[in-house]
Nanobody, 129 residues
């Protein structure tokens, strides 16, 4: 599956953005979809994920809990990440990722980036103070 992230940009602190991740090649049915981010000079870190089964369970990093919301539209093969109350420390390149839920469960990698096989190219989010 090919992933294309979009929606990044420059926003003031306290502002909002909505990132989109469009999948092509196959439907995202049966896939766990995730968002990660990488700030300049830092390692890539987990932001959020949403499962396929179990009522579309969501997991968030503590740093974004209550401010970011992940959702998926399986009919459009698209995953969204709503970013509210943005802070300068949210500045990073945001990447979407996917893995089949069966493999994701089997590897037990949870929120680790190694648990995701498919990656998009990233979209830059810059939050000014």
């Amino acid at each position: 599956v090919q992933l294309q992230a979009s929606g990044g940009g420059l926003v003031q602190a306290g502002g909002s953005l909505r990132l989109s991740c469009a999948a092509s090649g196959r439907p995202i049915n049966g896939y766990v979809m995730g968002w990660f981010r990488q700030a300049s000079g830092k390692e890539r870190e987990f932001v959020s994920l949403i499962t396929w089964s179990g009522g579309e369970r969501t997991i968030y990093a503590e740093s974004v809990q209550g401010r970011f919301t992940i959702s998926r539209d399986n009919a459009k093969s698209t995953v969204y990440l709503r970013l509210n109350s943005l802070k300068p420390e949210d500045t990073a390149v945001y990447y979407c990722a996917a893995q089949t839920e069966i493999s994701w469960i089997k590897t037990g990698r949870g929120t680790e980036s190694a648990g995701f096989r498919f990656w998009g190219q990233g979209t830059q989010v810059t939050v000014s103070s």
